[in-house]
């Protein structure tokens, strides 16, 4: 039985699938409503994610920031990422946060993405990209995958079609490395990946 203030939550963004979708980057669990910035992924300030998207491709961590500084700037991003073909989802689809914060940690995953609905919707789509521990354990408790090290890719067949499963550091600031390292990571794996 649950304590009453553990209640289920559901995921509120969907998913992030333009046409051309060449690879699908999935983490755990959107953060509370209360640590948005944009309504979008990784809407956190304290989240790294489009820094390093900056720091990559615009040679510009800010790059993605509002001019305020206290926002993303959602039009941009989802621009950018049309224009890239970089899809976007979650591996958990409804969660009880056993602890008031964001922390995949005290995340109880209840429901789980289903692939066999989401991977047809991006036909181009040759790599799946985890953001996080979290959402590795998830996605490999779905698919016959080995778990690769931080940085690296193994391979997995899914419906006859061989995908590349890459496992990239955590964006959150949770995971103590400077964004300029975490960025060298997703930069090799976007150049394998044909996105850069």
Request: glycine fraction near 4%; aromatic fraction near 14%; hydrophobic fraction near 40%.
């Amino acid at each position: 039985m649950y304590l009453k203030e553990n209640k289920i939550e559901y995921h509120e963004l969907g998913f992030f699938l333009p046409n051309n979708a060449k690879i699908l980057m999935l983490g755990s669990f959107h953060p509370q409503r209360k640590r948005w910035s944009m309504e979008f992924f990784y809407p956190n300030l304290q989240n790294d994610m489009w820094r390093i998207f900056g720091w990559i491709f615009f040679s510009n961590k800010e790059y993605f920031l509002e001019t305020d500084k206290k926002h993303f700037n959602k039009e941009r991003i989802q621009e950018f990422l049309e224009k890239k073909g970089i899809a976007l989802g979650d591996t958990a689809q409804a969660i009880i946060r056993l602890n008031d914060n964001a922390s995949d940690k005290f995340l109880e995953v209840v429901e789980k993405i289903e692939l066999a609905k989401i991977l047809p919707q991006i036909p181009d789509c040759k790599a799946l990209v985890t953001t996080g521990q979290k959402a590795t354990e998830i996605l490999l408790s779905l698919i016959d995958a080995t778990e690769p090290r931080v940085g690296e890719h193994s391979t997995f067949t899914w419906n006859s079609q061989t995908f590349r499963l890459y496992r990239m550091p955590s964006s959150s600031r949770a995971y103590p490395r400077p964004i300029e390292e975490k960025a060298r990571v997703y930069e090799k794996m976007f150049r394998e990946t044909g996105i850069l």
